[in-house]
């Protein structure tokens, strides 16, 4: 199945550094969403963005939805060890009246006390 | 607060078994999905519902998998026979409206 893609696959950072990650797509999104997933568990929602161009922050998360809305970034400022986990885009479009939703590959954050 | 329910949280068969996995989406919620995430990547839809009708199964093996939701509310995912392949996260969520999707914990399922 399709997969956006989410750049890096992977980061190890000291604790207090900021994070950025970003997530593409060959198809426009109308929504854009980004969660965090735990060891074994589900994805949590941390950010919905509705607008292109649109900017808005979750504590220390923040993310913009890219102007072609083929993008979106994630940023995470001063990471603690709580931040570790995986971290997913999803693209949201409809699809014969309801919604659907793609998922990116994926970000491994690694955060060293 | 409201949760999407989901169990067994593990489930070990050998292959060629049957396993059943069950969902309890937040109250009032219509639209529920059914994702299976492969260890390393992100989840990819199996089917969805809207209500009690199947509204995407396109990537659903529906030689070995099936899906149910009879009443509209709570919703059963089977696969028969399990294969090795099958070992998977099996993750439940559910939307209302124009709402975000809300995930439940998910299903390890590992096939011997």
């Known amino acids: 199945g399709q997969q956006l893609n989410q750049s890096p696959q992977s980061m190890f950072i000291q604790e207090g550094e900021d994070v950025s990650m970003n997530c593409t797509s060959s198809?426009?999104?109308?929504?854009w969403l980004w969660y965090k997933q735990e060891p074994g568990e589900g994805p949590v929602l941390l950010i919905a963005?509705?607008?292109?161009?649109e900017l808005t922050s979750n504590g220390r998360l923040t993310a913009q939805f890219g102007i072609t809305r083929k993008d979106s970034f994630l940023n995470i400022s001063a990471s603690i060890p709580s931040d570790v986990g995986i971290y997913f885009c999803a693209g949201r479009e409809i699809d014969g009246g309801t919604y659907k939703y793609i998922f990116g590959t994926g970000t491994r954050l690694k955060v060293l006390a | 607060e409201a949760e999407v329910a989901q169990s067994p949280r593990y489930k070990i068969t050998e292959k060629s078994q049957a396993v059943a996995f069950w969902c309890d989406p937040i109250s009032g919620h219509a639209t529920l999905y059914w994702y299976r995430q492969i260890l390393g990547q992100g989840p990819e839809l199996l089917v969805q519902?809207?209500?009690?009708?199947?509204?995407?199964d396109s990537q659903l093996p529906k030689d070995r998998f099936s899906a149910e939701r009879l009443k509209g509310v709570d919703s059963t995912l089977k696969i028969q026979p399990a294969e090795l392949g099958d070992s998977a996260m099996y993750l439940c969520a559910s939307s209302f409206g124009t709402s975000e999707q809300f995930f439940g914990p998910g299903t390890r399922l590992t096939v011997l």
């Open positions: 963005l509705y607008k292109a161009g």
């Open positions: 198809s426009i999104f109308n929504t």
């Open positions: 519902f809207q209500d009690e009708s199947v509204v995407d």
